[in-house]
């Protein structure tokens, strides 16, 4: 049975959200499909063009993300404050870059508008604001333009998307961290990339990238190296980006890097068991961390963090048992 999207997203249990679409029939519409030998490689671009796009519109930035050939990947910090900061002027501008403005907020921008015509206004911009940071909107304004753009170019009408997109809410650092380093693998995992920093289309490899460039890495969501997709930045033990995310770059480039390593079927046995300090940190056994790794899924529902967090979040939704709680169990254990 699928669930409402209120019931999926909400910004009082975390802002943190993992996002799955995918093709319809997994169909290959973003790489080689050997069946209609055809190459659509040149699509997973267009995700990057467009997310970059997006992020000079929405108060929502981007963790981690993966571009595969049948679907994608992307883990959200939604910023409902930074929306609620904008004037009406900065929130007209912004939903202009993406849909037509109406007269009636034409005329009250050109101070036209009668009584009736502005209590109207503004309401409609207020709807805009609450659109401006919410997940629905944004994936709609992503995958829309994607499935316009892909059947334009195939010459063909009907659905691109299997269906709607699948979210899963990150309850905690633990979850959070999970989630993106599962994002970051998955060429890896799928074997159409042999290291992260060689994974194209991924936000690891942009993260590279920057870092390569001496540009301070990561970038911040408001200073994103030329032609690079704005990311969230880490935490920074000088100067700490405000939203960032709860642990440091190096760290995370270390936990990749060992991940990535163990999961590898051509490394069996060279496997260094040290456990990184994040995993130490964060209570995280080795073991467990390795089967949420695998190809077939992190084993979790709508929603991934620790036991605790899983039962508190449950119960913020009237809900009396959530998927995860066995994963939960082994792979976060108590301090």
Same mark, same amino acid.
């Given at each position: 049975?699928?669930?409402?999207?209120?019931?999926?997203?909400?910004?009082?249990?975390?802002?943190?959200?993992?996002?799955?679409?995918?093709?319809?029939?997994?169909? $290959?519409?973003?790489? +080689?499909?050997?069946?209609?030998?055809?190459?659509?490689?040149?699509?997973?671009?267009?995700?990057?063009?467009?997310?970059?796009?997006?992020?000079?519109?929405?108060?929502?930035?981007?963790?981690?993300?993966?571009?595969?050939?049948?679907?994608?990947?992307?883990?959200?910090?939604?910023?409902? @404050?930074?929306?609620?900061?904008?004037?009406?002027?900065?929130?007209?501008?912004?939903?202009?870059?993406?849909?037509?403005?109406?007269?009636?907020?034409?005329?009250?921008?050109?101070?036209?508008?009668?009584?009736?015509? &502005?209590?109207?206004?503004?309401? &409609?911009?207020?709807?805009?604001?609450?659109?401006?940071?919410?997940?629905?909107?944004?994936?709609?304004?992503?995958?829309?333009?994607?499935?316009?753009?892909?059947?334009?170019?195939?010459?063909?009408?009907?659905?691109? $998307?299997?269906?709607? +997109?699948?979210?899963?809410?990150?309850?905690?650092?633990?979850?959070?961290?999970?989630?993106?380093?599962?994002?970051?693998?998955?060429?890896? *995992?799928?074997?159409?990339?042999?290291?992260?920093?060689?994974?194209?289309?991924?936000?690891?490899?942009?993260?590279?990238?920057? $870092?390569?460039?001496?540009?301070?890495?990561?970038?911040?969501?408001?200073?994103?190296?030329? /032609?690079?997709?704005?990311?969230?930045?880490?935490?920074?033990?000088?100067? @700490?980006?405000?939203?960032?995310?709860?642990? *440091?770059?190096?760290?995370?480039?270390?936990?990749?890097?060992?991940? /990535?390593?163990?999961?590898?079927?051509?490394?069996?046995?060279?496997?260094?068991?040290?456990?990184?300090?994040?995993?130490?940190?964060?209570?995280?056994?080795?073991?467990?961390?390795?089967?949420?790794?695998?190809?077939?899924?992190?084993?979790?529902?709508?929603?991934? /963090?620790?036991?605790?967090?899983?039962?508190?979040?449950?119960?913020?939704?009237?809900?009396?048992?959530?998927?995860?709680?066995?994963?939960?169990?082994?792979?976060?254990?108590?301090?």
């Amino acid at each position: 049975m699928g669930y409402a999207r209120k019931s999926l997203v909400c910004l009082n249990d975390t802002p943190y959200y993992h996002v799955i679409a995918r093709c319809v029939r997994r169909a $290959w519409l973003w790489g +080689f499909d050997e069946y209609a030998g055809k190459d659509y490689s040149h699509r997973k671009a267009w995700v990057i063009e467009r997310l970059q796009a997006l992020s000079g519109v929405f108060a929502i930035d981007i963790c981690a993300y993966a571009v595969m050939s049948n679907h994608y990947h992307l883990v959200l910090h939604v910023d409902p @404050a930074r929306a609620a900061a904008w004037t009406p002027e900065q929130i007209i501008e912004r939903w202009a870059l993406l849909f037509g403005v109406p007269t009636l907020v034409q005329r009250w921008q050109a101070g036209e508008a009668g009584d009736a015509e &502005q209590e109207a206004a503004r309401a &409609q911009i207020e709807r805009w604001r609450a659109r401006l940071s919410d997940v629905s909107w944004y994936m709609r304004c992503l995958n829309e333009h994607l499935a316009r753009r892909a059947n334009a170019e195939d010459q063909c009408t009907g659905r691109f $998307w299997e269906g709607r +997109f699948k979210s899963q809410a990150l309850l905690d650092e633990a979850g959070l961290l999970t989630a993106m380093a599962y994002v970051d693998l998955n060429p890896v *995992r799928a074997g159409m990339a042999a290291t992260p920093e060689a994974s194209e289309f991924t936000s690891i490899y942009a993260r590279i990238q920057q $870092w390569r460039r001496a540009v301070p890495a990561p970038a911040t969501a408001s200073d994103p190296a030329p /032609g690079m997709t704005p990311l969230l930045g880490f935490r920074d033990t000088a100067a @700490a980006p405000d939203p960032s995310l709860p642990f *440091r770059f190096i760290d995370y480039v270390q936990l990749l890097d060992w991940t /990535g390593r163990v999961v590898r079927v051509d490394k069996t046995g060279t496997i260094d068991e040290r456990a990184p300090p994040m995993l130490m940190r964060l209570s995280i056994d080795p073991a467990a961390w390795q089967a949420m790794m695998r190809p077939t899924g992190n084993g979790f529902g709508r929603a991934l /963090g620790t036991l605790e967090r899983l039962r508190l979040h449950a119960k913020a939704l009237g809900q009396c048992w959530i998927k995860g709680h066995r994963q939960a169990e082994r792979l976060y254990r108590s301090a």
